[in-house]
Structure formats: C-alpha cells, structure tokens
C-alpha cells in the first residue's frame, strides 16, 4: 500500500463515519442482525477457511496457545461469536445520550452529549472472531473501523471480510450504513502506512503481544488503547474458603489458560491451613507449578508427613526463575507460585509485577478483602472470582473491543461506552457573549444544573 492509498482509505472511513454517526439507532442495529444472519448462513464456508489456516498454523509449528485462539470452531466459540453481533445489536444506544443539562440563562442550554470517537484502526493477532465483535461494536457506536487482522487467520478473515462487505452492500438502500464503515487491510505494510494518518484516524486498538503493542505504541502519533501483557494473579488471604480457594485458582488457570484473563500467578498466605491442598488440586488439574524456593520446601515436607507425596506431584513442581516468572505470561498450564505474609504484602507484589490487568482475592475476611480492592492498581480486582470473568461479554458489554489497562479514557473491557467520547452543545435563541459578565456585558449566567436523564433532545 502507498501512502496515498493509505490516505484513501483512511478518507473513506471518515466520510462513512460522518455518515455513520448521523444514522438512527435502528438503522445501525439493523445491518448487524443482518450482518448475523449472513455469517451464520455461511458457517460451512468460514469453517473450511478456517481448517486451512489450523493446517497452515500446525505446518509452521505455531504456539498452541496461539493455535488455541486461531480456531473459531472449539467449543461453541462460533456461536458465541454471532450471540455477540446480536448482544450488541440490542444494546441501548450509546450515540447522543446527555451526560449533563446546565441551564446557564433563559432559553440558553449547555448539553454534555456522547458522541463516537471517529475512525478506529484495530490491529489484532489470530483470533478471527475478532472482526465479528469489532464490526459490531464501531458500527453500533456509529464508528468507522479500519480492521487488521493476524496472517495466521488470513483464509479465515479474508472469509469473514467478503460476508460482512457483501452484506454491507446489498443493505446500504435500506439501512444507510455505507460500505466504508468497516475496511479490511491484510498485510504489515497496510498498517504501517496508516499510522502515519493521525490527522484521519482517531484511535488504534492493538489486541494482540507485548511486541506489537509496543510496536505500534512507538510508532504512531495516534492514541493507543490497549494491553500489552496479561499477568494476572489470584491471591489466597489465610481467611480464605477452601472450597472457594479450589474451584477458583483451577478455573483462573485451567478454563482458558491461552487468555489475557488466566491466572499466572498464585499468592498464598501460609496462615492459611489449607495451602498445600490448593497447590494439590492444582496440579490434579495438571497444572506444572512454577515455585519459589520457600514454596518447594515447605510443600514438598507438609505432602511427605502425610504419605501424600507422588512422582506425578514431583514431576509438576519445576523452580520458580523468580527474575522472570512473576513478570511473564505463560499461557499454557503453567503457573508460578509464592508466599506471602500478608494482604499488604500481596498488594505490593502484584503491583509491582502485574499488567494492571485483572487481580483476585480469596478471602472471608471484608476487611482484608476491602484493603486489596482499594489497594490494586489494575483495571479489574475482584474478590472470591476468578479473573476469567474480565471479558466484555460476561460483563454484558455484548462484546468487547478490547482490554484496556489504561487510566485515560476507558478501562477495562472495552465495550461501547468505551468507543464514544462527547461533545458539548449550547443551544441557545439569538445569545451572544457580549451580553454577560466577563465578555463586557452586565448579564449574570444562572448555571442551574437539571436532571440529565430526563433530557430528550
């Protein structure tokens, strides 16, 4: 791609998200039921394009935990991918909603209104579901999306690409949404061109390695909403349930262990009596427990005293490389493990080495439990739930665009709240400036705050 065709394709999101944002609510959920409709027609198709790159993936000797995330087909992963398109679809409209309704003077009104950010270029890493919730997030938030997705999944994006634009197009007569409101690019070169377009593009969205968000991060002038790593980690309080303990650290890490969103560390107070039989149950689940030293010892001695040590117990217990293994993402069955004294101290740990992505603890203490909501500095902190809760779809988002770790703008699961900013209307009758204090006037403003909810523009 040249930078003019970059230009042009970042103009043409423009134009359609000028277009887009002026669309009712119902004409923008419209083309997603269709949307839906079309991809689910098309299943057979998508599941064959989709073999073609787990054939290629398994070739080239990829991951498996990027395997894992290539295939649309496991599980009911396809079918929570279109409940997605729908989800979204019947969501309330997030376009035009008054945050605030100031009265600054008779018949002259200051409105704080939602409003989309513009033009978003997400860049995403095998997944193919992606454009799917991507597709219906920009369009629902009345966005344009300029979408990029990895090579691994290319037969199955390419796929997915030529439903959606089909759709688009047979539909724009009747729902207005114009074709240009969701671009497809493929390669590294398309994407480096249109970083260069900041003063089209509003927003990119990297869902993908540390390395490419970074890389995307050094090199663009555009905001950047995302996540790099997802190190997250559960810790056990010595007031913990043991129950809890167990069902909670097995599903943090074994339910998906390829997400942004599994556990990949466990803190334990060793007050807690029951430690060791949460370590057990872990590896019963076949997790290898990466642990320190200290962890080792005083496990390996409580199983020994009790005629429980086994050579499978033994074979899942590797040392913790402690320069490394608290800062990493695993994503496998892999899990590193270390004391701690106290709520505090676990506090301390996590904040120093975690992603600012998602935190737990296990406790039946409040107070403890309260000192570790107020005290982690991460986008998620839950208390007694496993941290694979941190997901658009689980938090009704519909879906979600992203995570983001960020502090400015939105924050966590990034669904459609998080794809409008505002703006600020006055409407007014004929009001200049001139006329008040501070403009050489003599007229004071009434600055009367009404209830916004109840404002229908």
């Given at each position: 791609m040249t930078m003019s065709a970059a230009y042009e394709i970042a103009k043409n999101a423009r134009r359609a998200g000028n277009t887009l944002?002026?669309?009712?609510?119902?004409?923008?959920?419209?083309?997603?039921?269709?949307?839906?409709?079309?991809?689910?027609a098309h299943k057979d198709a998508i599941k064959a394009a989709n073999e073609k790159d787990l054939e290629a993936a398994a070739a080239s000797g990829l991951s498996s935990a990027l395997t894992k995330r290539l295939n649309l087909f496991q599980g009911d992963k396809f079918d929570t991918m279109l409940q997605g398109i729908t989800d979204v679809a019947d969501l309330e409209d997030p376009v035009g909603k008054v945050r605030l309704a100031r009265e600054l003077d008779d018949d002259l009104m200051l409105y704080q209104v939602t409003a989309p950010v513009g033009v978003l270029l997400v860049i995403f890493e095998s997944r193919p579901e992606v454009i799917a919730n991507i597709t219906a997030l920009c369009i629902k938030s009345g966005n344009a999306g300029i979408l990029k997705g990895g090579k691994e999944s290319v037969n199955t994006f390419r796929e997915?690409?030529?439903?959606?634009?089909?759709?688009?197009?047979?539909?724009?007569?009747?729902?207005?949404?114009?074709?240009?409101?969701?671009?497809?690019?493929?390669?590294?070169?398309?994407?480096?061109?249109?970083?260069?377009?900041?003063?089209?593009?509003?927003?990119?969205?990297?869902?993908?390695?540390?390395?490419?968000?970074?890389?995307?991060?050094?090199?663009?002038?555009?905001?950047?909403?995302?996540?790099?790593?997802?190190?997250?980690?559960?810790?056990?309080?010595?007031?913990?349930?043991?129950?809890?303990?167990?069902?909670?650290?097995?599903?943090?890490?074994?339910?998906?262990?390829?997400?942004?969103?599994?556990?990949?560390?466990?803190?334990?107070?060793?007050?807690?009596?029951?430690?060791?039989?949460?370590?057990?149950?872990?590896?019963?689940?076949?997790?290898?427990?990466?642990?320190?030293?200290?962890?080792?010892?005083?496990?390996?001695?409580?199983?020994?005293?009790?005629?429980?040590?086994?050579?499978?117990?033994?074979?899942?217990?590797?040392?913790?490389?402690?320069?490394?293994?608290?800062?990493?993402?695993?994503?496998?069955?892999?899990?590193?493990?270390?004391?701690?004294?106290?709520?505090?101290?676990?506090?301390?740990?996590?904040?120093?080495?975690?992603?600012?992505?998602?935190?737990?603890?296990?406790?039946?203490?409040?107070?403890?439990?309260?000192?570790?909501?107020?005290?982690?500095?991460?986008?998620?902190?839950?208390?007694?739930?496993?941290?694979?809760?941190?997901?658009g779809f689980r938090y009704g988002f519909g879906t979600e665009v992203g995570i983001s770790t960020?502090?400015?703008?939105?924050?966590?699961?990034?669904g459609l709240d998080g794809l409008v900013t505002y703006q600020y209307q006055i409407r007014g009758n004929g009001n200049i400036a001139a006329d008040y204090l501070g403009a050489g006037g003599n007229r004071a403003f009434v600055h009367k705050d009404l209830d916004a909810s109840k404002v229908v523009l």
């Open positions: 944002k002026t669309l009712s609510n119902e004409s923008r959920s419209a083309i997603l039921y269709k949307i839906h409709d079309s991809l689910k997915m690409a030529s439903v959606i634009n089909e759709t688009i197009a047979a539909n724009e007569s009747t729902t207005g949404v114009p074709v240009g409101a969701v671009q497809l690019i493929e390669t590294r070169q398309d994407v480096s061109d249109l970083l260069d377009q900041d003063e089209m593009i509003d927003l990119v969205v990297p869902r993908g390695s540390n390395a490419l968000v970074r890389n995307i991060k050094n090199n663009t002038k555009i905001p950047v909403l995302g996540h790099a790593d997802g190190i997250c980690s559960v810790y056990v309080d010595e007031f913990a349930d043991l129950t809890k303990a167990k069902r909670i650290s097995v599903d943090a890490k074994t339910n998906y262990p390829a997400g942004c969103n599994a556990m990949e560390t466990l803190l334990l107070n060793p007050r807690f009596g029951h430690w060791a039989d949460v370590l057990t149950n872990m590896i019963a689940n076949g997790v290898t427990l990466h642990t320190t030293a200290e962890v080792k010892k005083e496990y390996l001695a409580a199983l020994e005293a009790t005629g429980a040590l086994t050579d499978d117990i033994k074979a899942h217990i590797v040392d913790a490389n402690e320069a490394e293994d608290f800062d990493k993402e695993f994503l496998s069955l892999d899990c590193a493990v270390k004391f701690v004294s106290n709520t505090q101290a676990a506090i301390l740990h996590i904040n120093e080495h975690s992603s600012r992505h998602t935190d737990s603890i296990i406790t039946e203490d409040k107070a403890n439990a309260e000192q570790f909501l107020r005290g982690i500095d991460s986008a998620g902190v839950y208390w007694n739930a496993s941290t694979r809760f941190a997901d960020s502090k400015i703008h939105a924050r966590g699961p990034v």
